[in-house]
């Protein structure tokens, strides 16, 4: 665009991410100078790191793995409800871990549905803690994204393509190596790379079905420094390792990400020729019936047994959800006031979005550990639990945020800018009249992921909580451990009530008025 | 004209100013309570659950002192402990119950604690000298007991009388974390006061029996009634519970040479401000009123026996002489070592 004429105004952007990088840096800041480097790493701190990187790989290649043949499914089928289980494999990135981790003890666990038919048909017996259960746990989670990632990349294919190669004559081997494997040698890493980084800095899942030195995240070794043995100095240490480890799991993720595609084709509905008989086509929903009665049945066991408890629960319970209600509320409110003035400086330069890549390079853990170091010397930390609990839900909120918002704005920008102009609607008026009413939907989304990411967010809160302040996943994971599997049960339905309830409340409200 | 997007902005607004008005209702009602001076005691999670001895006790307590109770449950004995430091000066805590002798040397070390000033003459075996001495200026005992391995008769047949038959075995043990409960730094000084330099020899051989590590009692014992596993560290008394509590009499105590004891103990704050109360409370601890609760709620052997015997179900102690204790001020070193020694092995 030459001469641009319309300029939005950037430094409501710049003050934004001004004070979210000193929030993210500085925090990192405090955890260099108190880490107590001269100790060293113990042995069971390179058991945490050795740990930590061997269950990630571990679950990214499963889950990837798995994923291509549930996303070849998907891509060459047409069947009724087929958006329906696409639409269902993003729920996961919004349902609370912990609720997810109760679901697969009650298939998994010793006392779960698979060992009694195991022990019914005379079979060993599995068990869910350690190693085995947190690449399950992370799997249960990845699958369904690395499906999305493979899909969407199958999808991209130009039906062209396809037509090409069947004119050919290819058969479901060429199809194979000239369309379906370079296109797969381009997604898989990708997918394999942003699976790995999610599972670095996994600590819900490792807290619940990990145990003991063995099965030790250095997420968890952080809060278990922190909590067992009160020594900030050790914590901050790990804390240090945790970010070398994330930090070098995104410069994986990103680079992975650069590669080329198959170009443009004229985005017609893909016929495949290549679908081969019936035993394919059984392979094929075989595949998919798998892939979704694994999804589906944990948290279909934790509905079951919780809407029985849903109504014999302590009044603890309830309180914590009034409270996670209002953190995810304004975290969400927080999230929103970062976020527009970024995006919108983002639209007039690019280099405001790499403030979100900030939130995906520190973990909660560690900005946690940073800001208690920060706090302490000045007030106590634990009456400021909650409010800490929604300044980080927010901020690591703010990467995906800006992936939804910062193309939007730019749309507009480009779209109305010198309309804008030539009426001389700039400031708060065009905020108003011309970019809020057409960022309805992206914001609507945005808040509700925030929401729902908040609403069942496990780690911070682990972190400050005193024996009466509780969230939601909280409170739910303190009943689990005082062995009230009930009343557990009955939390898990309410907090996935709360969780989803949010997310559909802003979304469908942002979605509804886009024409409006 | 209807504008959803203000009016579901509207809604949510008011849910949060009722949560608000809610919250607000409540801080209001604490005020009003605050006329009646509070004592913050700080407990492990066991004690104050509604089967356990805190609500009772609690009852007692308040019929006399002319105060309100305030039970807080914060984790397992060794977490106390680190909350207590982590909190510091700033705590609101008067008094800390449910620290034991293993963690007392750690816990005086830190300073915050102040004398009972006290003289009690406490009925529970001693290893290491007459039997009723009881010299800790910071620290008062009010229940003990036997750590053991807690199997159901049920389902285990072949049940190990040893370390080294443990080990030996395919038996699936659940145990605690050292470094955050009593139960499981139990078991840590139990095998390093057995097995001295061969412990972490032992534990190798153990590590093949433990399906997992918990936090605390609670989760472990939770997890052995759940069917995780054979065998859970507990207490020689935790089969009275069952007993007593549920008629069922199929869980039992695996007996080994020796057991390792625990003495569970409460110190007051140095920066207590509710200072008398808290001697109160601690003087009401080794009464009959509060030591009459214990056995049928925490399920341990009171420190001053009460009058009346145990209930039935509660099996005699074990002969003294197969008691185990390190004295609580070599703890400290030794549980070094051998914590060290724990997190190699059970790492690998």
Redesign the interface.
Known sequence: MAGRAFQVRRWPGGVAAGLVAMLILGTLLAVALRAEAGRGL???DW??IRFTLWQAVLSSTLSVMLAVPVARALARRAFWGRRLVIAFLGAPFILPVIVAVLGLLSVF???GILNVALRFVGLPEV?V??LHGVVLAHVFFNLPLATRLILQAWQEIPAERFRLAAQLGFGARDMARVIERPMLRRVVPLAAAVIFALCISSFTVALTLG??????TVELAIY?AF????DLGRAALLALVQIVLVGVAAVLALRASVAEGFGAGMDRVVTRWDSGGLRQISLDFGVIVAASLFLLVPILMVVVEGAAGLWRMPVQVWSAA?VS??VA?VSTAIMLVLALPIAIAAAAWRGFEAVGLLGIAASPLVVGVGLFIVIFPIA?P?TLALPITALVNAVMALPFALRILVGPVRDVVAGYGRLSATLGIGGWAWLRLILLPRL?GPLGFAAGLTAALSMGDLGVIALFA???TATLPLQMY?L????Q?EAAAGAAVLLLGLSFGLFW?FDR??R??VD? | MV???TC??RR?LE??MK??A??AGTLLATAALAETPVLTV?TY??FV?DWGPGPQIEAAFEETCGCDLKF????DG??LL??I???GA?SEADVVLGLDTNLSGAAAQAGLFAPHGQRVVPDMPNPFGAAGAWDDPLFLPYDWGYFAFVYDKTKLTDVPTSFDALAASDVKIV?Q?P??STPGLGLLLWIKEQYGDEAAALWEGL?DN???????W??A??LF?????DMVLSYTTSPAYHIVAEGDTSKAAAAFPSHYMQIEVAGKLARSDQSELADQFLTFMTTDAFQAIIPTTNWMYPAFAPKGALPDGFAAPIGAEQARLIPADDVASIREEAL?E???V???
């Open positions: 113990g042995p069971s058991a945490a666990g010793r006392g068990t803690y350690g145990g003991g030195p063995r099965a030790t278990e909590h067992f043995e009160f009034g209600l209002a509320l106590d634990f309805r005193d024996a009466e303190r689990m451990g005082s062995y599997m409340v409200g942002g509804n008025h409006a | 504008c959803p997007r579901s902005a949510i849910d949060t949560y608000l809610f919250a700080y999670d066991s659950a807080v449950g914060a984790g060794a977490a680190a909350r430091k982590l909190e700033r145990i974390d470094r955050s590590a433990v399906v997992t590590v918990t936090k605390g609670s989760e014992y939770g009634l759940e069917g995780e596993a060290a724990w997190l190699a059970l790492s690998k």
